[in-house]
């Protein structure tokens, strides 16, 4: 029976340490000795995109040419999902043609019957609710960089949104701490934070939140399909930016990570990502090998 990855939770605790060291391995073998690693000939992923992406598309696609295989880029004018046809006929199809199927779209409840209706791995690669190989991404620089962060504590400051989700789910896989620091009324939902337990806290002072952390991480304050969001979206997130300053409240080696793209003058001042302790360019490029790591773990599990 396929295994998808529609979030953090979809794997166990155990998998998602060897999928982190995994990629590190990957990422050390491609720097060494170039794309030699074809484990996946003639393999074909679907890519699905609802949403516009840099990325994500990207590094999926690359991954795949490394490995040997092929991506097929598929937008909404390119499936018959733009024209009505059943989101499980889909997948009932494709899967008797390609070997995975990514996603990225809007709706995560689309997205979970579209992967009960797959005979092959199905990927979240980003919904309204979840981005979670982002988060695979996110905490592997935490690691390459820090060291193991059982234990440790990181804030999440801006939108409850669907990368805030992931990184609660991340807290409760990883074992560490998470503060959320959000405007009243831009909270993450209540069900996934409570599913965390104690490991998340819910925090309204951009300046407490950062004290002693040892990362801090956030997000546009407007996500795609919010666009007529953005000048309330502004005035309720200001003093929510995050700053050199709000930094240096965080631990002298605190790490800064944003998911990219990011809107310098909103919500990070215009300056940060040339900050030192901004590892957002080693982060993005995690994505390629974070994802290597996902891919062959979904086709042919575990590699010894």
């Not at 590190?24 to 992923?45: D, E």
């Amino acid at each position: 029976m396929a295994r998808h990855f529609l979030t953090l939770l979809d794997l166990s605790a155990d998998e998602l340490h060897y999928l982190i060291q995994r990629a590190i391995t990957i990422k050390s073998n491609l720097k060494a000795q170039g794309p030699n690693y074809t484990p996946l000939p003639n393999r074909t992923l679907a890519m699905i995109f609802e949403k516009s992406s840099t990325r994500t598309r990207v590094s999926f696609e690359t991954a795949m040419a490394h490995f040997g295989g092929h991506a097929l880029f598929l937008s909404p004018r390119d499936t018959q999902l733009g024209r009505g046809e059943p989101v499980g006929d889909t997948a009932r199809v494709l899967a008797e043609m390609v070997d995975a199927v990514m996603i990225r779209t809007f709706s995560h409840e689309g997205l979970a019957e579209y992967a009960a209706a797959s005979n092959v791995p199905v990927i979240n690669a980003l919904t309204d609710d979840y981005h979670p190989c982002q988060l695979l991404a996110d905490v592997m620089t935490w690691i390459e960089l820090r060291g193991s962060v059982k234990g440790r504590t990181a804030v999440w400051i801006g939108d409850g949104n669907n990368m805030c989700h992931s990184w609660i789910n991340a807290a409760r896989q990883f074992d560490f701490n998470l503060r959320v620091c959000c405007p009243k009324g831009y909270e993450p939902r209540a069900d996934i934070v409570a599913a965390a337990g104690d490991r998340v806290s819910i925090v309204y002072d951009p300046q407490q939140a950062v004290d002693s952390v040892d990362l801090v991480t956030t997000d546009v304050w407007t996500s795609m399909g919010q666009e007529e969001e953005q000048a309330r979206r502004e005035a309720d997130f200001a003093g929510f930016q995050v700053t050199e300053a709000l930094l240096d409240r965080a631990k002298h080696d605190a790490l800064f990570l944003h998911c990219l793209p990011a809107h310098r003058g909103e919500e990070i001042s215009t300056t940060l990502l040339d900050d030192p302790r901004a590892a957002v360019w080693q982060e993005a490029g995690n994505r390629l090998h974070a994802q290597k790591a996902l891919i062959e773990f979904l086709l042919l599990g575990q590699i010894r």
